[in-house]
């Protein structure tokens, strides 16, 4: 499922137009992604937690070379999902 076929989906659901829906759709992405690049988590009870969490500096290798190289530390979003997401996939 895309961005499209989700807008069409909800805005189907809850009786929205198209226009609304990705409004409403957008907005909240770009609530979870301040919010996480602040250093806040954002839990949504029963879907997941979106947290930042950091990447320690580590020594990789070029592909094409095989010569090392130093991949440095990074901050990188990262999602828990939460138990009944995790159940509802396990039936």
């Known amino acids: 499922m895309n961005k499209a076929q989700l807008i069409e989906k909800i805005a189907t659901d809850c009786d929205m137009t198209k226009a609304q829906t990705e ?4 907005t909240t992405i770009d609530t979870i992604r301040k919010a996480v ?8 009870v029963g879907f997941g937690t979106f947290t930042k969490a950091k990447r320690k500096a580590r020594t990789g290798r070029n592909p094409q070379t095989g010569k090392a190289i130093k991949i440095p530390a990074a901050w990188y979003p990262k999602f828990r999902p939460g138990s009944e997401f995790k159940s509802l996939l396990r039936k």
Do not use: I, W
Request: a positive charge; zero cysteines.
């Open 37 to 44: 690049k602040k250093g806040d988590e954002v839990k949504l």
């Open 23 to 26: 409004r409403m759709l957008d």
